[in-house]
């Protein structure tokens, strides 16, 4: 038998290519970055891991793991922030919220008394904005197949803004306003050869996929055409959404102007005053060291920039601005803890070795990393350690060798079963995300401010896992 492999063994387990570079010390590992962790996540003078000015370990010790931590003071200054640079690049520019990045009734009230708006896109989404008692006007209604209830819910409750996806739904939405008596406005979602992810963006001049209309094809005249043949439609803006976790403000920008550009061809060729332009979400956060997401101010005023050059050139008036960030408002805003079950490690061949940390959760609570191979931040969240760091991947319970949360990260050696680690920025497309796979129940979701929590949603049991059975 070796000695134990959390002694002289360290150096030999493999970093690949992409890991992360070894901290120079455990204090740096044990560090937590501002731009990554939440608003008030700090250290004890134990070393304990506090947020909202509370310990995790005592959120824990009474909700159980895995948890999610929500700060909502981090959440509400994400919020307020989007809204105020808006705001001052344009006076009448709207937030929207994307709800699907993490949605509760707590989270619609919490977005309504920032004066933010709410992108729902689906019936569900609707719902839940309602039941928190959001006003029909302050909803946007996304979605690429709703349904004819869902269509007629919303125009029901008076949603103020349908983003119409098909020719059909045109139809649908016009049907379900007219029997109501009511006009509805739309705007028309245009897929604008436009697509941009972190750091990359690929402008062509068509797009295979299956949001939107197309400008290059004709098919978004046909649709604008469409529109304004139905009496209880009102044409009441255009709508673009280039992709997620984006940190390059050159393909808002191209997407920005081809918008604009249309919006004159409306005016000149079709006599439509745009009234809104919408350009979606897809701002970026960081998720580790070195992620460098844009200015919130600086892309206010750029986009606003763009747009009015356009306006300019083409002679018309300058059309109010809308968003619809989602990942990065509640991404930052909340960590998952999760309980820390075996420690092994691997021997690789070649004299190296991979440490496996297995945590109880795992793919239920955060598919993001075997989805779209997400990278995260990870700590140690109980104690301190001076003890030395190992490289380490983090994986969960589920039983699926692609079961990982976080790919490599380095851990003190010491790292023990009953110790709790923390992931950062898990705020967005996590628990949103969650499934019962395995018949694991979806963790909780507990809200922290100034030393006190609340249970925004709370841990499911086992009696929900049968919930639907009616044989069990
Ligand atoms: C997903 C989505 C958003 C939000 O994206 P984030 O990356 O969370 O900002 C906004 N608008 C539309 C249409 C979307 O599909």
Known sequence: MRAHPAGPRHGEILAP??????????????????????????????????????????????????????DEADFVSRARGFRQAFQAAEPR????????????TTIARWLTAEQLAIDVCTGGELACALRAGVPGDNLLFHGNNKSVGEIERGVAAGVGIFVVDSFEEIDRVATAAAATGRVQRVLI?????????????????????????????GMADAAVERVLSHPSLALHGLHSHIGSQIFDLAGF????????????????DFGV?????????????????????????????????IVSRVCAEEGLPVPRLAIEPGRAIVGPSAITVYE?????????????????????????????????????????????????????????????????????????????????????????????????????????????KDGSHSVILRRETEDDLFATDPGA
């Open 93 to 104: 520019a709207d937030v929207y919220y994307a709800g699907k990045a993490f949605l509760t």
């Open 253 to 268: 920008e191209v997407a920005a102007h081809r918008v604009a550009e249309y919006a004159a061809h409306l005016q000149k």
């Open 189 to 217: 979602r245009l897929t604008t050869g436009v697509e941009a992810h972190t750091h990359e963006f690929i402008a062509t001049a068509h797009e295979d996929q299956k949001f939107g209309f197309s400008l290059a094809s």
């Open 340 to 448: 820390v079950g075996t420690v092994k490690d691997v021997d690789l061949g070649g004299g190296h070795w991979r440490r496996y940390v297995s945590v109880d959760g795992g793919m239920s609570d955060n598919i993001r990393t075997a989805l779209y191979d997400a990278d995260y931040t990870v700590t140690l969240a109980n104690r301190s350690s001076d003890s030395d760091t190992v490289l380490s991947r983090i994986v969960g319970k589920h039983c699926e060798s692609g079961d990982i949360v976080v790919r490599d990260c380095w851990l003190p050696a010491d790292l023990q079963p009953g110790d709790l680690l923390a992931v950062a920025a898990t705020g967005a497309y996590c628990r949103a995300m969650a499934s019962q796979y395995n018949y694991v129940p979806r963790p909780g979701v507990i809200a922290v």
């Open 273 to 305: 005053a745009v009234e809104l332009l919408d350009l979606g979400g897809g701002m970026g956060i960081a998720y580790t060291t070195g992620d460098d997401p844009i200015g919130v101010d600086e892309m206010a005023e750029q986009l606003r920039a």
């Open 17 to 70: 290519p992409g890991a992360p570079s070894r901290p120079s010390s455990t204090t740096e590992a044990l560090a937590l970055d501002p731009t990554i962790w939440p608003l008030t996540a700090a250290r004890s003078a134990s070393g304990a891991l506090t947020v909202g000015g509370l310990p995790v370990a005592d959120i824990v010790a009474q909700y159980g793991t895995p948890v999610f931590v929500l």
